[in-house]
Structures are given as C-alpha cells and as structure tokens.
C-alpha cells in the first residue's frame, strides 16, 4: 500500500502529492508493524491506519514540530537520526532523548489532554519519518480496548527506561554519568565489552549528561588516557566493560 510522501521545511512542514515508491512503503510498514504500538492491530486496522500515515523527509537540521505546539501527530523513525531538546526558561537547549530507525516518539500524545509537544524534535541527517494521526489511533483504542491495554504496556516499558535515564542523571560525578551512557550504548550493556558509535555529536551528548562540552572532552581522554576507552572520532571501543563499570559504583 503506498504512503503520500511530505517534506519538511524548517520553518514547517507543507504536503506534497507524490506516492512513496511501493518497495520503500512496503519497507516501511513492515518496519512500523513490527512496533509494539502495531503489532497487535489486525490487517484490517492496520491497512485502515495506513491510509492515514503520511511519510516525512526531512533535511539536514530541520524541526518536525516544536515545543508548545498542539500535537496532531505521532511519529516511527524509518531512517535516520532525530534528537529532542527543551528550551529552559534562560533559552539554553537541553538535549533530551535521540532517535534512530525503529523509534516511535511523541506517542504519550495519544493520552495527553491537551495534547502539546513538550520539546522540539528536530533532524540530525538526512531523515525519514512516519507520521501517524493521534486522533486516527485514538479511535482504535477507544473501539478496542485490548489495543489500549497494549498500549499502556509501552509505556510502561519507556517509563521503566526513563527511570534508568533518571538514576544516571541524578549520579553527582561526571565522570560516572559519562561511564554509565557509554555502558548503555553497548548491546549487551556491560556484560560484554565492544564497540559503540555515539549517536550524537560529543557536543549534544554533553547537554544530555548536564555537563559542558570541555567537562565531557576531558573525562573522555582521561578515560582513553586510562586504557578505558579507544577513541575514533564518534566510534569508541570499549576493552573491558566491567573494569569501566567499577569505575562508576
């Protein structure tokens, strides 16, 4: 089934005519399937869904919605990377979360009243979204509630994440917030040692971890300088997991 394509300007996103190529929409819906948030839907609501879906290209840092904004829409990552970041009362930008392909964002709208994005999400390459109405899947919910139940098993997955996110925030050393993001990077967490690539700019993972970005360059080439961490440019190879680990407790 083919999705309506729709391009992202900075300033706002504007629909476009043209039909997703087929291959493409099959990858993508295989792909949006597979969410817990769509797993359980039957063919028929699915393809009934689909028709609504709207497919999003996006640029080089360009915004998908701001905070503040109403939300209209929830969002799967198909390819890609995405961050979201707050504006605090002082306008400095806090990173909050990023998105890769196979991420669902901006879905607790589905429940919010009023519904309003509470950051701005913007792209951080060349990048394509699924773009899926929060009244079209409330309608869902509402007609089968076992739907909702399967819904509000998500987010109890995302909460129990974000109360991890939390625990290293609340960490005072930055030396250990930094230990336990790069641990969380590696598939197997620090059971395994490996190889990682950031998935922001050194920068912006700095905001994540409330550090300034020379606080975050120096704990990182101490830790290279240790024999923790082999560095090249965003890929970090991780020599022995657990050595890092006591390092943080």
């Known amino acids: 089934?083919?999705?309506s394509t729709v391009?992202?300007?900075?300033?706002?996103?504007?629909?476009?005519a043209e039909a997703l190529a087929v291959?493409?929409?099959?990858?993508?819906?295989?792909?949006?399937r597979g969410h817990p948030l769509f797993r359980q839907l039957s063919n028929g609501d699915f393809d009934d869904l689909v028709l609504r879906i709207r497919r999003i290209d996006?640029?080089?840092?360009?915004?998908?919605?701001?905070?503040?904004?109403?939300?209209?829409?929830?969002?799967f990552v198909v390819s890609g990377r995405l961050r979201l970041y707050r504006l605090d009362y002082s306008g400095f930008e806090r990173t909050l979360d990023s998105l890769g392909a196979g991420d669902c964002f901006a879905e607790v709208m589905i429940y919010a009243d009023p519904a309003r994005y509470?950051?701005?999400?913007e792209s951080l390459?060349?990048?394509?979204?699924?773009s899926i109405p929060i009244q079209a899947y409330r309608a869902l919910i509402k007609a089968r509630p076992d739907y909702a139940e399967t819904a509000l098993a998500h987010y109890a997955a995302r909460a129990v994440s974000r109360f991890h996110d939390l625990e290293i925030m609340t960490v005072q050393s930055a030396r250990e917030r930094l230990i336990r993001y790069l641990l969380d990077l590696l598939p197997d967490g620090a059971e395994q040692d490996g190889e990682i690539e950031l998935p922001l700019p050194k920068c912006l993972i700095a905001s994540r971890l409330a550090m300034q970005p020379e606080t975050f360059s120096r704990q990182l080439n101490e830790l290279k300088s240790n024999g923790l961490l082999r560095v090249s440019g965003s890929r970090l190879v991780?020599?022995?997991?657990?050595?890092?680990m006591q390092l943080s407790q």
């Open 1 to 3: 089934m083919a999705l």
């Open 7 to 16: 391009t992202s300007s900075t300033a706002e996103i504007a629909l476009r």
């Open 23 to 32: 291959n493409d929409a099959d990858d993508a819906l295989d792909a949006l």
């Open 58 to 75: 996006l640029q080089h840092h360009q915004l998908l919605y701001r905070q503040d904004t109403d939300a209209q829409h929830f969002y």
């Open 118 to 121: 509470a950051c701005y999400a």
């Open 125 to 130: 390459k060349r990048s394509v979204v699924l």
């Open 238 to 244: 991780i020599p022995d997991a657990q050595r890092l």
